[in-house]
């Protein structure tokens, strides 16, 4: 159970602020796939009102990471293994390349703190809490992209990140996950330090790739293969 989020009282509307909570939300893993969202219960952990709820649902369902269900409202998409494959090598593909040229960009305060992201994800993996591990990636990535300075590669990115996201929990279903996971950031801070951007895009392809077959195989054994 997740603790609730407040509304950012700076966002331009109510609307806005719940969209983009619930894009978060959907980006992390906090929803299942498969699983049906309630609007009046999203709403009562929002502290807001149904309809910007309902408006900011729809807005997602538009975009693809949610789902319109007749007579079942909105719900979280589940992937086939075709589906992921290529999600997975887009991601790689795409990634990979704003990896690079963030490498190229980013600053040493920049690099700091993608150092300290890499020291909160490894500590979260210790203790076993999914839930920061995946806020300290997706901070980690999110500045190393943006530092890119591509508005345009970023947000095709995060459109697949919302396709990607109610699957990440599934990483943390395998045992053996969390000895690794955090191995391919290790290397690309160590690439970052020795001012190696072609080693920094070779590192997140393989964080994305190792933590894709993580995936995959839980995918396969819920399908029953």
Same mark, same amino acid.
């Given at each position: 159970?997740?603790?609730?989020?407040? #509304?950012?009282?700076?966002?331009?509307?109510?609307?806005?602020?719940?969209?983009?909570?619930?894009?978060?939300?959907?980006?992390?893993?906090?929803?299942?796939?498969?699983?049906?969202?309630?609007? !009046?219960?999203? +709403?009562?952990?929002?502290?807001?009102?149904?309809?910007?709820?309902?408006?900011?649902?729809?807005?997602?369902?538009?975009?693809?990471?949610? =789902?319109?269900?007749?007579?079942?409202? *909105? &719900?979280?998409?589940?992937?086939?293994?075709?589906?992921?494959?290529?999600?997975?090598?887009?991601?790689?593909?795409?990634?990979?390349?704003?990896?690079?040229?963030?490498?190229?960009? =980013?600053?040493?305060?920049?690099?700091? &703190?993608?150092?300290? =992201?890499? &020291?909160?994800? %490894?500590?979260?993996?210790? !203790? %076993?809490? +999914?839930?920061?591990? $995946?806020?300290?990636?997706?901070?980690?990535? *999110?500045?190393?992209?943006?530092? &890119?300075?591509?508005?345009? $590669?970023?947000?095709?990115?995060?459109?697949?990140?919302?396709?990607?996201?109610?699957?990440?929990?599934? =990483?943390?279903?395998?045992?053996?996950?969390?000895?690794?996971?955090?191995?391919?950031?290790?290397?690309?801070?160590?690439?970052?330090?020795?001012?190696?951007?072609?080693? *920094?895009?070779?590192? *997140?392809?393989?964080?994305?790739? #190792?933590?894709?077959?993580?995936?995959?195989?839980?995918?396969?054994?819920? !399908? %029953?293969?």
């Amino acid at each position: 159970m997740t603790a609730p989020v407040q #509304v950012d009282p700076e966002a331009p509307t109510q609307q806005d602020a719940v969209y983009a909570t619930l894009r978060q939300w959907v980006t992390v893993g906090r929803f299942q796939p498969g699983e049906r969202l309630k609007i !009046r219960q999203l +709403a009562e952990r929002l502290g807001s009102g149904l309809m910007p709820v309902r408006a900011a649902l729809q807005r997602l369902a538009a975009e693809g990471a949610l =789902l319109n269900v007749p007579n079942a409202g *909105v &719900a979280v998409p589940r992937l086939s293994l075709a589906e992921f494959d290529d999600l997975l090598q887009m991601r790689m593909l795409l990634e990979g390349e704003a990896a690079e040229r963030g490498a190229l960009r =980013l600053d040493a305060a920049g690099g700091r &703190a993608l150092a300290a =992201l890499g &020291a909160r994800m %490894g500590a979260a993996l210790a !203790r %076993g809490d +999914a839930t920061d591990y $995946l806020a300290a990636n997706e901070d980690f990535h *999110v500045q190393l992209y943006r530092a &890119a300075g591509s508005p345009l $590669l970023f947000t095709l990115i995060e459109t697949l990140w919302l396709k990607a996201g109610p699957v990440s929990n599934r =990483l943390f279903e395998a045992p053996d996950a969390a000895t690794v996971l955090n191995e391919a950031h290790d290397a690309a801070l160590a690439a970052l330090a020795r001012r190696d951007p072609g080693g *920094v895009r070779s590192a *997140v392809e393989r964080d994305l790739f #190792v933590a894709g077959q993580f995936i995959r195989r839980r995918l396969r054994t819920s !399908r %029953g293969r």
